[in-house]
């Protein structure tokens, strides 16, 4: 009975220490925003796109806000699992955000998630066929080492944007029009931290993500560029 005892004991020790030596292994919240690099678009072209959504319902009629749809935060560093949050879609008649990026050697999955039907086309990627994709289906890529490539739409043109290939991709995050950005579930460790903008890397910086806390990021400031 004393032997059933100790090997009680020493089981319950062991699985305290799986459970200490899995929590260190958690994942955290990386918050963070961008400040500057307002782009300067085209008159022409900026309205044109503009009130395509509108009268084509993507778009309530009212003047159109400053976004920073071209914008998109990466983490890239030593990591095997899948890339975290890094899903894209056409929403509002237009690529959301229309900067995308993907880990070299894989595929990437864009969705239709508009009332349109799209016939992405990703410019100089070989093997790639445009091919209609209506309501609720997605178009799957796959991305080799190289880019960045031009992305358009062959049923409307003033959809535009970007593919990147990374080969040590980690997570994704949007840039909201207030310019925070929030990656989600990152494994505590050093990353770099790269803002995309269109063909462009507009601003790095490494961070470390500690373990058992979330981390807060300094503003990112990102120069003006210009969108022809």
């Given at each position: 009975m004393g032997e059933r005892k100790n090997w009680i004991k020493l089981g319950a020790v062991c699985a305290t220490a799986v459970?200490?030596?899995?929590?260190?292994a958690s994942a955290e919240s990386v918050e963070?925003?961008?400040?500057?690099?307002?782009?300067?678009?085209?008159?022409?072209?900026?309205?044109k796109a503009y009130y395509w959504k509108v009268w084509n319902g993507a778009l309530p009629e009212r003047p159109p806000s400053e976004d920073r749809n071209d914008l998109l935060a990466v983490l890239t560093g030593k990591f095997t699992e899948p890339a975290i949050g890094c899903k894209f879609a056409f929403r509002g008649g237009g690529l959301s955000p229309s900067t995308i990026v993907a880990r070299s050697g894989s595929t990437i999955r864009v969705e239709n998630r508009d009332a349109f039907t799209h016939e992405l086309s990703v410019k100089g990627l070989a093997g790639f066929t445009p091919l209609e994709a209506g309501p609720g289906k997605a178009r799957v890529i796959p991305v080799p080492a190289g880019g960045?490539?031009?992305?358009?739409?062959?049923?409307?043109?003033?959809?535009?944007?970007?593919?990147?290939?990374?080969?040590?991709?980690v997570a994704c995050a949007t840039v909201?029009?207030?310019?925070?950005?929030?990656?989600?579930?990152?494994?505590?460790?050093?990353?770099?931290?790269r803002i995309l903008r269109g063909s462009e890397q507009v601003a790095s910086r490494r961070i470390t993500v500690p373990a058992g806390r979330s981390l807060q990021i300094d503003p990112v400031t990102i120069s003006k560029s210009r969108r022809n």
């Open positions: 459970l200490v030596a899995f929590g260190a963070g925003s961008v400040r500057g690099g307002s782009v300067e678009a085209s008159p022409e072209s900026d309205q960045p490539w031009e992305l358009g739409d062959r049923i409307y043109g003033h959809v535009e944007g970007y593919l990147h290939s990374m080969r040590e991709l909201g029009a207030n310019g925070k950005f929030s990656f989600q579930d990152v494994p505590p460790g050093p990353y770099s931290l």
